[in-house]
């Protein structure tokens, strides 16, 4: 699916969802892209997976701030990707550091700088742990397979609807 065909799936999708997150929180590594940064050289050109890209523009098209959660020894490595990517400036917080923690702490950061609530966040990451971790926090965690897609935002944004039904949180973006 070329990158548009995505970011105009993603839009319908947003479209139809009657509640919306404030803020929309990504992992790095197999989750926007396909690899871990510290097996890679910042001379490198890296990618995302196929979806990725539409539904980053989406968001940002949908005006959902977006930011990253990423447990990474090469934050370095990381920053000049999203810089060669052109997608830096999409995310008001990029939270990218090495933690033996959860990406709980990451969290915390993203909540001081942003003032979003944790239930009005919603997650996305390829690792059970975090997912779990990040959970028990309030914010809605969707667990990817093979990177971000259309089903996954799909099925991140339905969650959410639902959780903040159930919470009373029924706030629009």
Not at 105 to 120: A, K, L
Request: charged fraction near 25%; aromatic fraction near 10%; include cysteine.
């Amino acid at each position: 699916m070329a990158e548009s065909r995505v970011k105009e799936e993603a839009l319908q999708i947003i479209g139809l969802c009657q509640v919306l997150p404030r803020l929309v929180v990504f992992d790095l590594d197999y989750t926007l892209w396909p690899f871990y940064c510290e097996c890679r050289s910042k001379r490198e050109m890296p990618s995302l997976y196929p979806h990725a890209e539409g539904i980053v523009y989406a968001l940002k098209e949908k005006r959902i701030d977006m930011a990253i959660a990423s447990r990474s020894p090469t934050p370095d490595i990381a920053k000049t990707f999203l810089d060669k990517l052109g997608i830096k400036s999409m995310f008001v917080a990029q939270e990218i550091f090495s933690s033996w923690s959860h990406k709980t702490e990451h969290f915390q950061r993203i909540h001081r700088r942003t003032g979003v609530p944790f239930n009005s966040m919603l997650f996305f990451d390829d690792e059970d742990r975090n997912i779990e971790s990040v959970s028990k926090m309030g914010v809605t965690s969707i667990l990817v397979g093979n990177g971000l897609n259309i089903g996954a935002l799909r099925q991140g944004l339905t969650k959410f609807s639902q959780n903040s039904a159930s919470s009373g949180n029924t706030k629009q973006n």
